[in-house]
């Protein structure tokens, strides 16, 4: 079985990030939507709520599963035996920030890295612009998968 993580803090989680996991799904045959949990950010939404939020969105999924972690992805996946890294990119930007990590990873645990490119009409959404928008009260449903909803 191949397994991979798809890491992230995921605050929120946009349609950027659902198109990622519901492609991987066609490479991988199970899923781990890892949601890292960073004592340093204060997000718009608890961890906890993240992740019953993602259970709900993938509840007819059984190849997708939802956890938090709070330590290096490599050693989560290690602990989930987990085969590779799933990640997302829409810029040469997150490219290259991606291939550092990738390359880190490789090193520290022997893992590979898959990266997906966003589909080019998602490519301008990320979670920084939507917290952006929410701070100023915009309405953000476009930018989120279908079903899922932000709670406070």
Do not use: W
Request: charged fraction near 30%.
């Amino acid at each position: 079985m191949r397994t991979a993580i798809f890491p992230g803090s995921f605050d929120p989680y946009t349609k950027g990030h659902d198109s990622i996991a519901r492609r991987g799904l066609q490479l991988f045959d199970r899923i781990i939507i890892g949601v890292g949990i960073n004592e340093k950010k204060k997000g718009i939404m608890a961890v906890e709520k993240r992740i019953q939020a993602l259970k709900n969105l993938y509840r007819n999924e059984p190849r997708i599963s939802v956890e938090a972690y709070s330590d290096l992805t490599v050693d989560f996946a290690k602990r989930k035996q987990a085969d590779f890294i799933l990640r997302g990119v829409r810029s040469h930007k997150d490219f290259e920030y991606e291939l550092a990590i990738a390359d880190v990873n490789k090193r520290l645990s022997g893992i590979e890295t898959v990266i997906l490119f966003t589909e080019p009409e998602l490519a301008c959404i990320s979670s920084t612009i939507v917290r952006e928008l929410m701070h100023f009260g915009r309405d953000i449903t476009e930018f989120l998968p279908e079903g899922f909803t932000i709670e406070e």
